[in-house]
């Protein structure tokens, strides 16, 4: 069995949904999820404002099954689905609201009112009424070609955005896309109308169906699974988008399970410990606490002369900088993160470092911030919060199997 080039690798293991994204073999990211408990992250709630918090600038709102989720209130006027009170929210008022964020750890969903219906192509947003092509499109020609297709499907009620991987594709593929979320759309405001709160009006596949829209299009090569019902599930999903021609989904059919195959016990047991050991003879070791990340990087076993301290340090730090950014995505690591790097007294290597830390880092599809060193030679740098982070992952699972 081939296990080189870019897929998407999507397995079972007692109840629990194991996938990831490998390149040549080797998972680029990691996730599981327990097949009956899915992640509400995307679904979009006719929601009951709970109550106004004004000393912190938000809301608690009320999704419906027992589920509550925090609403920034910075984040510009939401779409009311009750009447009144258009310029202020208050206690009652119901609003459209969609996730953007887990529940991470004792902190609620995050919720946002700049609901957003996207697909691999194109996003249609409901509060932001503008369209725009990205910018990572440069070729006039193509932009010209786009905004001219764009003209067909622009209205009033929503705005569009032309996403990169939208350049090149055929007009038929782009076409299909911009219709279905179209009626997507029509489909979410026909039951916003008649909603009375607190009521689930449009949900998301789970993520192991989604990832391969998430991916650079050019990133993904195949979609395989060894669990039927997910691979009807792709099928069925593919199916209804503009990537069905597109996307190659095969179905494995083995005695030695993809779970084994691509080696998924091993990679989250080492996901899941704090020591990481690098080709060098240095280590990584990953502390988390309730405030940050902390990503010490030790010698090790690494044999120095004084006289070629400096340089060695610098090789050293240099090869770290590249794991850690590695780690990061494939751990799913996010907040603040500060990295302890081996000292080093040259001012250019530490530019250096820094520079090499953040070019490796804009790998990532989530967006990383390096800011700087302290004095004290630690690393400042954030990590946007989407899902939760690849232990948490693990924790949860394990509990579910418990249970």
């Known amino acids: 069995m081939e296990i080189k080039k870019n897929k998407l690798v999507i397995t079972e293991k007692e109840g629990v949904i194991c996938y990831g994204y490998f390149q040549d073999g080797v998972p680029t990211e990691l996730y599981c999820e327990p097949k009956e408990q899915q ?3 995307g679904n979009i709630y006719a929601a009951r404002v709970e109550r106004v918090a004004e000393g912190i600038h938000g809301a608690f709102l009320e999704i419906g099954d027992n589920q509550k989720c925090y609403y920034s209130l910075s984040a510009g006027q939401p779409v009311k689905l009750s009447p009144g009170h258009e310029d202020k929210l208050y206690g009652g008022d119901i609003i459209l609201v969609q996730i953007t964020k887990d529940a991470v750890k004792t902190k609620l969903p995050v919720g946002t009112g700049n609901i957003s219906l996207d ?20 070729n006039t020609v193509e932009r010209e070609r ?7 499907y622009t209205r009033e009620e929503y705005g569009i955005i032309v996403r990169t991987n939208a350049a090149g594709v055929s007009e038929e593929t782009l076409t299909k896309e911009l219709e279905l979320l179209q009626l997507r759309y029509e489909e979410l405001m026909r039951k916003a109308k008649i909603a009375a709160g ?65 080696r998924f016990a091993h990679y989250y047991e080492e996901a899941y410990g704090k020591y990481i050991w690098l080709k060098s003879g240095a280590s990584l070791v990953i502390e988390h606490t309730e405030a940050m990340t902390v990503i010490d ?3 090790g076993s ?27 995505r494939l751990r799913n690591i996010s907040g603040i993160i500060m990295i302890d790097f081996i000292n080093m007294k040259d001012t250019a ?31 400042e740098m954030t990590r946007s919060k989407v899902r939760k982070p690849l232990h948490e992952q693990i924790r949860s699972c394990m509990k579910n199997n418990r249970s």
């Open 146 to 152: 786009l905004e001219t297709l764009l003209k067909k």
């Open 39 to 41: 992640s509400i992250l």
């Open 198 to 262: 607190k009521i689930l009006l449009y949900r998301e596949p789970p993520h192991y169906i989604t990832l391969g829209k998430e991916l650079p299009a050019k990133a993904l090569d195949e979609i395989l699974t060894d669990h039927a019902e997910v691979f009807t599930e792709l099928k069925e999903y593919y199916k209804q988008t503009s990537e069905s021609d597109t996307t190659k989904i095969s179905f494995y059919e083995d005695t030695y399970s993809l779970y084994n195959l691509y």
């Open 297 to 299: 990087v030790n010698t």
């Open 119 to 138: 697909g691999k192509y194109f996003v249609f947003t409901l509060t932001d009424k503008r369209t725009g092509i990205s910018k990572k499109i440069r």
């Open 302 to 328: 690494v044999l120095k002369k004084k006289k070629q301290e400096d340089t060695l340090f610098y090789q050293i730090n240099r090869e770290a900088a590249k794991e850690i950014a590695r780690q990061l």
């Open 349 to 379: 290597q530490k530019e250096k470092l820094l520079s090499l830390l953040d070019s490796e880092c804009k790998k990532d599809r989530v967006h990383c911030n390096v800011i700087d060193m302290t004095a004290l030679n630690l690393v």
